[in-house]
């Protein structure tokens, strides 16, 4: 079965002085992922809803924001308003039902995303999935850029895969942390389509190359 290979760069490997023309450097990309990080859900503090404003009037490509916040339910609706294509907010940081932030965010017009860390199962979510549109299983613990892909994590990719394909749940299944030439073929092969890449993409010489070649090597392994 044929499906999407949409490549994410991750904003947190840009230079921040230099946002509008990093946005630039990975125009042909699919999505542009945004790390919004509080220093209370993660130790490491980012950029905010008026950064992401910013960069929304000047990003040549949809905005992927991904919340690593506290309280999603009161901040993420302010990120579907300002533009962002994909929303994604952390099931371990929600204190009610999911639910309720999803329906937010695509009221906002926003696609909803629910992302979980390595060590939190899939099986919990399994319903409430049905009323999200993105699913991030985190390929390494949230905070930082720069980490190794956690392997162990892809049973759950398959599984979410499993649920696509049988018509259960209708989701991205995006991955976040460790993506590079080789670990993005495992990703894909275990049914992975959205894949958030920062060093592997900022870290290189030519970014339109490395974004070129990672979505070669995904869309060959995902035949596989
Ligand atoms: C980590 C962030 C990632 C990060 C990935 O918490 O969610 O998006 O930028 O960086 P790399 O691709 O370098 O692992
Ligand atoms: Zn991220």
């Known amino acids: 079965m ?5 490549i994410a760069p991750s904003l947190l490997s840009a230079d921040f002085a230099r946002l509008a023309d990093e946005a630039q450097r990975v125009a042909d990309a699919d999505w542009l992922h945004v790390d919004v990080m509080d220093a209370h859900f993660v130790p490491n503090l980012t950029l905010g809803l008026p950064v992401v404003e910013a960069i929304q009037r000047v990003s ?3 905005l992927d924001c991904h919340l690593m916040i506290e309280a999603p339910e009161r901040w993420a609706p302010g990120y579907a308003a300002a533009g962002a294509r994909n929303v994604t907010v952390h099931a371990e940081a929600c204190s009610g039902d999911p639910r309720a932030v999803a329906r937010d965010l695509r009221a906002a017009g926003a696609l909803a995303g629910l992302a979980i860390k390595p060590a939190t199962p899939l099986e919990p979510y399994l ?12 390929t390494v613990e949230p905070g930082f850029g720069g980490q190794e892909f956690i392997a162990d994590v892809l049973p759950k990719v398959r599984a979410a895969r499993r649920l696509v394909e049988t018509g259960h749940l209708r989701l991205f299944v995006e991955v976040d942390g460790g993506i590079n030439d080789d670990t993005i073929e495992q990703a894909a092969e275990a049914g992975a389509d959205v894949f958030v890449a920062g060093s592997a993409v900022y870290g290189a010489d030519d970014p339109a190359r490395a974004i070129a070649a990672l979505r070669d090597r995904a869309r060959a ?4």
């Open 221 to 224: 392994a995902a035949h596989r």
């Open 60 to 62: 040549p490509i949809p």
């Open 127 to 138: 319903e409430v999935l049905a009323e999200f549109d993105t699913l991030l299983v985190m």
């Open 2 to 6: 044929d499906r999407e290979t949409l």
